[in-house]
């Protein structure tokens, strides 16, 4: 089945402890992004990424960070997770790298929360 | 920048009765994307529809269908003879084609509660 997955759907966690959120896509996709979700503000991208090695920031991307180490996994790293970083995370994957414009797909979402 | 307005923040109907959501959007590009996604309450977004700038026919899915028109820029979902399931927060969202990154911009969403 093509999907996205991450992982963990629901993590509470500490202020200053690092954290990592893994996606991974199986549908051999070029582009991957991610994205965060809040109350009144939809959802705004973090960081993105057209291909391995290749990554940037979105509207949204102080206090993480990302790699794309292999074409399927894309994992979001908070090095140390503050109270403003409590949000749902989705990521999201599509074909074609710069100008792709096919449909995104999301992953499940992950619940963080940061005490 | 491109923009996306949903300035229905709630809305509250009866099993049955039709209801539209409206979603207003802004960029300068003559080529864009706009999309709606379904957020049920279990949380997943489900991609809903794709249209591109250069396609304004209306499209008609089941119950589902929806108005592009780049006239007021607007392209409004609306859902006939609404159901319980279909209680959600639906976004809408844009994208540029010539954006570097491609990103999806979103609407703050609208709540939809269907009740029986």
């Known amino acids: 089945e093509a999907q996205v997955t991450q992982n963990p759907r629901y993590l509470i966690t500490v202020t200053g402890k690092k954290l990592t959120v893994t996606c991974s896509q199986n549908?051999?996709?070029?582009?991957m992004s991610w994205y965060r979700q809040d109350p009144g503000l939809g959802l705004r991208q973090i960081y993105y990424?057209?291909?391995?090695?290749?990554?940037d920031k979105g509207d949204v991307p102080e206090g993480y960070k990302v790699s794309r180490k292999e074409k399927r996994n894309f994992p979001l790293i908070l090095e140390s997770p503050s109270p403003n970083q409590t949000s749902l995370y989705f990521c999201?994957?599509?074909?074609?790298?710069?100008?792709?414009?096919?449909?995104?797909?999301f992953g499940p979402g992950t619940r963080l929360t940061v005490l | 920048a491109q923009k996306v307005t949903q300035a229905q923040t709630e809305i509250s109907v009866v099993e049955k009765e039709d209801v539209t959501l409206d979603c207003v959007y802004e960029?300068?590009?003559?080529?864009?994307?706009l999309f709606w996604y379904k957020q049920p309450p279990s949380g997943e977004l489900v991609f809903l529809i794709r249209?591109?700038?250069?396609?304004?026919q209306n499209e008609i899915s089941g119950r589902y269908s929806w108005n592009f028109q780049k006239s007021t820029s607007s392209f409004n979902f609306t859902i006939t003879a609404s159901q319980v399931v279909d209680s959600a927060v639906y976004f809408c969202?844009?994208?540029?084609?010539?954006?570097?990154?491609?990103?999806?911009?979103f609407g703050a969403g609208t709540i939809l509660r269907v009740k029986s």
């Open positions: 990424s057209m291909n391995v090695e290749v990554t």
């Open positions: 549908m051999n996709h070029e582009y």
């Open positions: 969202a844009l994208s540029e084609a010539e954006e570097y990154g491609n990103k999806l911009v």
């Open positions: 249209r591109n700038s250069f396609d304004e």
């Open positions: 960029t300068r590009d003559t080529t864009y994307y």
């Open positions: 999201a994957s599509r074909p074609g790298g710069f100008w792709g414009t096919d449909t995104q797909y």
